[in-house]
């Protein structure tokens, strides 16, 4: 019996009660549409954006892991961080703006933003500590970049947390 045959016969001998059976039923019909579009669309190899080869966006993505591992410190300089990770700067910039959206600095930048933010909501550091944990050592730099990176200054955003009941016992997390 063919896949398809095989999907068909599933969906005739439903072995399930409602509200299951529908489920069940939703599932073979979206496995038959989607076994259906196979077979008449064509075929495209998986590729990389921006003409990257598999290696050269895996590479990348280390680069991104190398960024990350440490957000209290700048990254490494375009040249350094090519060299790590085997591939040229222009290739590295372009390959990490077309996989990630944005430049290598922008995007350490943005992720250490998202890290103060959750170390705010964990409540465990002031403002001060915060910034020095990302790697400000002015907390006010720090403030400018918070304040450009949410619309809101850092002071503004942990009282309307303790407003909102959030603290380090809380798991909830605000969106």
Known sequence: MTPLGVVLQQLMQNPYDSPLSRMFAESRALDLACRA????????????PAGLSAQDAERIHYAREIILADLSTPPPSIADLARKVGVNEKKLK?????LFGNTIFAYHRTERMEYARTLMIEGELNI??????????NPSHFARSFHTQFG????EYMRSLRKRGYHANNPNIPQ
């Not at 579009?37 to 990389?48: E, G």
């Not at 372009?94 to 077309?98: R, V």
């Open 37 to 48: 579009l196979d077979s008449v669309m064509p075929r495209q190899t998986a590729c990389c």
């Open 94 to 98: 372009d390959g990490f703006k077309s």
């Open 152 to 155: 809101i200054n850092p002071g």
């Open 128 to 137: 001060c500590g915060i910034a020095y944990a990302v790697g400000y050592a």
